[in-house]
């Protein structure tokens, strides 16, 4: 008789008592504390929205935004950059020297850098640790930042065996040298990347082969780390949480006690939870939301430029696309500015080159503007007057309400201005990017983000090489000036001249369509200071405090 | 009865069998693989990543160790997150979207089977339409509507409930319970209002009135026992709907349970975790579908009875 018995309760009650046996179920339930943010602010948690679940915390294996916000706060390579100006500071490396040929740097390790076991920061962790990441069998995904080191690379793919040709040595205990194969400016900015940080040899070594990924050495319970925070909870698709390690040698200017990482892929509930006051702070905005938050809560919203070009790549190898005339057709009939007024909200900057102004004194060429009457004029010129006997083309945009967007606004501007035929072809990501991989498309939506502030990083993925490339664009003169001219260059305006010189020549063949620069887009309580906007997006917890104001813990 | 459940069981093996066979085969059509990225890890890279996944082997000999595997109780590593095995994140995302699940289910009984009842004893009055009618907006309005409308109301403007977590905050169970039991219950109403209204019109239920019965002994004891029979077959079919399409509820509440994982495992291409949600799930399916057909034949004496000669 078990499973009718709730029957048998209720068909007695009345409606209405059945309401009210609801209201006080609900009742019970609100008998609500102080929010997230409240309790945060005032024991020094951080509540911190954090896009999605980390694969996992060891820095040579893991990639992703998610992982990098963590392994920030867990680990702490040889310098840092400073979250407010992204200018190089000392960590690990109190002091470093650099050759007259920029081409050997000499790092000395302060005394008082230890891990969390007590156990002191040598140069030997740093030689076994990049000995580790360049193992082929980790299979780390970022091993290509160590790639400017001499033979590094060689090393890799296993045509060097002996690890001592390898421009990575510790000299002595505290004194670490690394000798690349050419100058490389941005040499120092990569060694604040997590591929680079270094990992504590015993403890990864108790917990497997040291070429073995994703082994129980980074679990709580486990793991030895060297930066300001230490992992103290991790609960699977819950959150994650990480607390200040009282051993960093630097832990009297830490100011928080904690931070919890919260696993929020949908835009939609991580901005509810901020309204709700169960976050300090967001991964993202979702775009419908900004002209709200701008009207009526503008000083929670943080937006800033953001390394990165929102593109479409157009398949050159498609014989209606092989002609460069209508590829600059396609680039020059596309009204950026009104694209990004009417469908995202005035959030972007126009975008006339892949590598966004500004990057270290760098200004893109200027090959194109928004010219509708050359336009036409070049697709005529190509044999398709007004755009008759055009076959058309395609659009591919992988799920995501935004690309949909902006694949119908550029539909109608390439009808409208060209005469052309547009069909929009919506993917599965992976199904998107095999089909990209692959050549099968006309157009395809893409992006890139920068993974340090320098040129270079928005131009080598054009070369003939790159696995980035996909647009079938090959150019020995540009492969040439990118991977030979550049790194050699003799000082810092000639290299930018030669990355100019090789913008131009790409965009000049026109093998993407540029769209707009990124920003980066957060909502952030009052109370967190020191969360500074920046071109890289990039936070540093040590410089985060939490300070309470007159505000409630709500911010609606 | 007890040759009856054990013949449904041995039926379930080589559906189990067909169901791990298809889904193994099937995830590798599709397009793209578990390592592909915007940015492409280095051919030598991904090589590595292939050996240490068993990808380089054919697919023959992939789904053997895969099985030779599955008997012995592993699943592999999860491709997405490595350091988890599959059974891990099963064990670690269940017992949520359970709890979930049967909140959600107490809820849609408690709610739809009062409501139909109380709507089947005056048929085509106002006390059969109003119920009726919120019922069949509760069947239509999606859970992705309903969630973040509750959310408004109860977490936002009027500040009563937490919006998100699940047994972090007192309360936030709650809300997430409601959104999914919502659906379930308008279907439950309609279906015991059905049930009812065609027991109530049996000749037994005019013996026991012309007995002098009070009505409400009527309705309980003897109209409700058959008049529910519908909506304990439905319950099995429910309760696995509940686990497997929690998903939504889940992404809007942030709750950490398996529906979310199920459905991301698909988009990453994530094989193992693919698999090894597939055949958890499938197999609570059976089970469920066989224990409410033991349930519904246990309270129908009419099934009970052919039965008895064992299964026909």
């Known amino acids: 008789m078990c499973c009718a018995l709730p029957v048998v309760a209720c068909v007695q009650m009345e409606s209405k008592t059945i309401l009210s046996l609801f209201l006080s179920v609900s009742l019970l339930g609100c008998i609500k504390g102080e929010t997230n943010v409240e309790q945060g602010n005032r024991e020094g948690v951080l509540h911190f929205g954090n896009y999605g679940e980390p694969q996992g915390v060891d820095p040579h294996v893991a990639t992703g935004v998610p992982e990098h916000h963590i392994i920030g ?20 490396a109190e002091r470093w020297t650099v050759s007259d040929d920029g081409r050997v740097y000499t790092f000395t390790i302060r005394n008082n850098a230890v891990w969390s076991n007590g156990d002191k920061v040598t140069a030997a962790d740093f030689e076994w640790s990049w000995w580790r990441a360049l193992q082929p069998a980790l299979a780390s995904s970022y091993v290509f930042m160590y790639f400017p080191i001499k ?108 931070i919890r990482f919260y696993p929020i892929d949908k835009q939609t509930t991580e901005e509810r939870m901020f309204r709700a006051g169960q976050l300090h702070r967001t991964e993202e905005v979702p775009i419908d939301r900004i002209p709200w938050y701008r009207e009526n809560r503008p000083e929670l919203l943080k937006i800033a430029p953001y390394i990165g070009t929102y593109l479409y ?83 591919q945009y992988n799920t995501h309400e935004q690309h949909r967007k902006i694949a119908i606004a550029i539909q109608q501007m390439w009808r409208e201005e060209l005469g052309i035929n547009v069909r ?71 290299r930018l001249q030669i990355f100019q010189e090789a913008e131009r020549l790409f965009l000049e063949h026109m093998p993407v369509v540029p769209l707009y620069t990124y920003s980066s887009k957060h ?30 813990g709500k911010p609606n | 009865m007890l040759r009856f459940i054990v013949f449904r069981l041995l039926q379930a093996i080589p559906v189990l069998f067909v169901v791990i066979s298809a889904t193994f085969f099937l995830v590798r059509q599709a397009p793209g693989g578990p390592f592909d990225a915007e940015k492409p890890v280095i051919p030598a890279v991904k090589r590595a990543l292939e050996a240490k996944y068993n990808l380089d082997q054919s697919l023959f000999q992939q789904y053997l160790s895969y099985m030779g595997d599955l008997v012995q109780g592993d699943m592999g590593p999860s491709f997405k997150y490595p350091g988890w095995a599959v059974q891990d994140l099963i064990a670690s995302g269940f017992p949520v979207t359970a709890e979930l699940g049967i909140y959600a289910l107490l809820i849609a009984l408690l709610v739809g089977t009062s409501a139909g009842v109380f709507a089947s004893l005056k048929p085509n009055t106002r006390q059969d339409y109003i119920p009726m009618s919120v019922a069949m907006i509760g069947i239509c309005m ?90 304990v077959a439905y319950l099995g079919p429910a309760f696995a709907g509940l686990l497997s399409g929690s998903f939504v509820v889940e992404t809007i509440f942030q709750i950490p349970g398996l529906g979310r994982f199920y459905v991301q495992a698909a988009f990453n291409r994530d094989y193992t975790m693919i698999l090894g949600t597939t055949i958890f799930l499938s197999t609570l399916i059976v089970l469920f579908n066989l224990l409410s057909d033991v349930i519904a034949t246990w309270m129908n004496p009419r099934l009970r009875d052919s039965l008895r000669g064992g299964p026909q």
């Open chain 1, 313 to 395: 790549r157009i398949n050159t190898g498609k014989p209606h696309l092989a002609d460069v005339r209508v590829r600059q057709a396609l680039s020059m009939s596309v009204d950026r500015r009104r694209l990004i007024d009417t469908v995202l909200n005035g959030l972007f900057t126009p975008a006339f080159s892949v590598v966004p102004p500004g990057l270290l004194g760098y200004e893109p060429p200027d090959v194109f503007t928004y010219d509708p009457d050359k336009a036409r004029q070049l697709l005529s010129d190509a044999g398709y007057p007004g755009g008759k006997g055009y076959p058309g083309l395609e659009i």
């Open chain 1, 424 to 494: 929009l072809q919506n993917k599965d990501w992976k199904v998107y990017l095999d089909d990209e991989t692959t050549g099968n498309f006309d157009a395809s939506r893409g992006g890139w983000i920068g993974d340090y502030v320098d040129p270079n990083t928005f131009m080598d993925i054009w070369t003939a090489a790159s696995g980035v490339n996909r647009t079938g664009f090959s150019n020995e003169e540009f492969d040439r000036l990118v991977l030979q001219q550049a790194p050699n260059a003799k000082d810092h305006d000639t």
């Open chain 2, 142 to 231: 999606p859970t992705f509507l309903l969630g973040p409308l509750l959310v408004l109301v109860f977490g936002i403007w009027l500040e009563w409930l937490p919006i998100s977590g699940w047994g972090d905050l007192p309360g936030d169970k709650i809300l997430p319970s409601i959104t999914l039991g919502a659906a379930y219950a308008a279907y439950i109403a309609r279906l015991s209002r059905g049930g009812m209204l065609e027991v109530m019109s049996q000749d037994y239920i005019r013996t026991a009135r012309a007995k002098g019965l009070p009505e409400h002994v009527v309705v309980l004891k003897h109209a409700l026992r058959g008049g529910l029979v519908p909506v």
């Open chain 1, 73 to 92: 706060a867990l680990f702490e390579g040889l310098v840092q950059k400073n979250p407010n100006s992204l200018a190089i500071e000392p960590a690990v």
């Open chain 1, 523 to 552: 909502l952030a309580h009052p109370s967190v200071k020191g969360l500074y906007s920046n071109y890289m997006d990039y936070y540093n917890f040590r410089y985060v405090s939490l300070v309470p104001d007159s505000t409630s």
């Open chain 1, 151 to 258: 033979n590094a690379e060689a090393y890799f793919n296993q045509q060097l065996t002996d690890f001592a040709d390898v421009g990575i040595k510790a000299i002595d205990e505290k004194t670490f040298r690394v000798e690349l194969d050419a100058p490389a400016p941005y040499f120092l900015q990569l060694l604040d990347h997590y591929a680079l940080f270094p990992v504590h040899r015993l403890t990864v070594e108790k917990f497997g082969e040291p070429d073995e990924s994703y082994t129980r050495w980074t679990r709580p319970e486990n793991i030895v780390s060297n930066g300001p925070f230490l992992l103290d909870e991790w609960r699977l698709f819950k959150y994650l949480s990480v607390k200040k390690n009282p051993n960093y040698w630097d832990a009297s200017k830490v100011k928080l006690n904690a």
